[in-house]
Every structure is written in structure tokens, then in C-alpha cells.
């Protein structure tokens, strides 16, 4: 069996999850640069999951209704998981923590405190930041901070020199926590970001 065949193969025996991932930027969604946030969160994702996925992508300006807007779609098209990256801060424009929160049935505080401690790591002025995970429906719905490298940091964690977690990152909730709202069962490459459900939660992959 080829390479190609065998790891169509293994992707076969996963759920598909579809994932929604949303870039808000002002200048991004009007071409003023290029964006970087979905491309990262591609990246990232794709090399961390076992499941195939469908994507669902959105480039959108910061306007709190528009945000309202994308998320709930996101949430009617059957994403288990939402992503955004970018506006999070205390600036006058950045509201995508509000718009989160607004279209929010439950809300997942330990995401956020997380998230900062693991930027604490680096940077004093990770206490600005101001990301917060919600659950809508059976939606998960993360705000990440706005740079390729602390997206990737954010959601894998921090290893020493030989790989072992000093912080763990934030994915590594993530399938559990969507095992509870009811969606796909997601599993993770676990030399990327392993995983952690409770023993008796934990099932082979399909037709394995």
C-alpha cells in the first residue's frame, strides 16, 4: 500500500470533524496585508488531528455584529469547533471576546485563564488579553490570540528541550469537552498534543 493510500486509510477509521476558523482584522479582511491567522490555525490543526476535516473559513473586519453573525452560522452549519484569532485586546476595536459572549448558551472560563498563563510565559502584557471560550448549542468556541506563534503555543503548550509539557496547551481539552456537547469523537497526534479524556471516555477509532 502506498504512502498516500495507508494514511487515507487511518483517516478513514476517524470521525470527520468539521472545524470552523475565523481571522478578524480590520486590514486582513480588506486586503491591506496578508493574513496569517487562518493559514496558522490550518497549519496547526492539520498536523495535530487524526480526523479528517472539513473546513469552514471566514476573513472578516472587526464589527461586533458581524462576528455575532459569522459565529452563529458557524454554529448552523454543524462545526463542533470554532476558532477565532485576532481582537482580543483592550483596544476600542478589538470585540470578539462581546460578540462571543453574546451569542454564548455556556460559558468555558478555564480556556481564557489558560490561555494567559501560558502567554504569562513570555510576556507581561498577556493580561491584556482578553480571550474567552463559550458553548453554543453543541458548538465549542475558542477566541485565540492574533500571532501564528502564540496560536500554536496556545494550543499545544510549552515543552522543554526533550518534549516533555511544561504548560499544557489548551487542545488538549478540547476533545473532551466535545464529547460532552454531543459532537465527534476528535483524536490527536499525540507527539503534537495529547489528548486527555478519562479512561472509561476513551474508544478506539472507528472500524479499527
Not at 495507508?6 to 493574513?35: F, K, M, N, P
Not at 478589538?94 to 501560558?118: C, N, S, Y
Request: proline share 7%.
Amino acid at each position: 500500500m502506498s504512502t498516500t493510500a495507508a494514511v487515507a486509510a487511518l483517516a478513514s477509521t476517524y470521525d470527520t470533524v468539521r472545524i470552523g476558523i475565523v481571522s478578524i482584522s480590520d486590514r486582513a479582511s480588506t486586503g491591506v496585508y496578508e493574513d496569517k491567522g487562518l493559514p496558522a490555525l490550518q497549519e496547526w490543526l492539520g498536523k495535530a488531528l487524526c480526523n479528517p476535516i472539513v473546513w469552514e473559513a471566514r476573513l472578516i473586519a472587526d464589527e461586533q455584529a458581524l462576528i455575532e453573525r459569522t459565529l452563529i452560522e458557524l454554529t448552523d452549519a454543524g462545526c463542533a469547533l470554532v476558532l477565532t484569532t485576532g481582537g482580543t485586546g483592550p483596544a476600542l476595536r478589538d470585540v470578539t471576546p462581546e460578540a462571543t459572549l453574546a451569542v454564548a448558551h455556556k460559558v468555558m472560563p478555564g480556556f481564557g485563564e489558560q490561555m494567559r498563563r501560558i502567554s504569562l510565559e513570555f510576556v507581561p502584557t498577556a493580561i491584556l488579553s482578553r480571550q474567552v471560550a463559550v458553548i453554543r448549542e453543541r458548538t465549542l468556541i475558542i477566541n485565540l490570540p492574533g500571532q501564528p506563534r502564540a496560536i500554536a503555543e496556545t494550543l499545544e503548550g510549552l515543552k522543554d528541550s526533550d518534549g516533555v509539557p511544561i504548560v499544557d496547551g489548551i487542545f488538549a481539552a478540547v476533545p473532551y469537552c466535545v464529547d460532552l456537547i454531543g459532537g465527534p469523537y476528535i483524536e490527536t497526534h499525540a507527539n503534537v498534543c495529547k489528548a486527555f479524556r478519562p479512561k472509561n471516555a476513551v474508544r478506539p477509532p472507528t472500524n479499527a
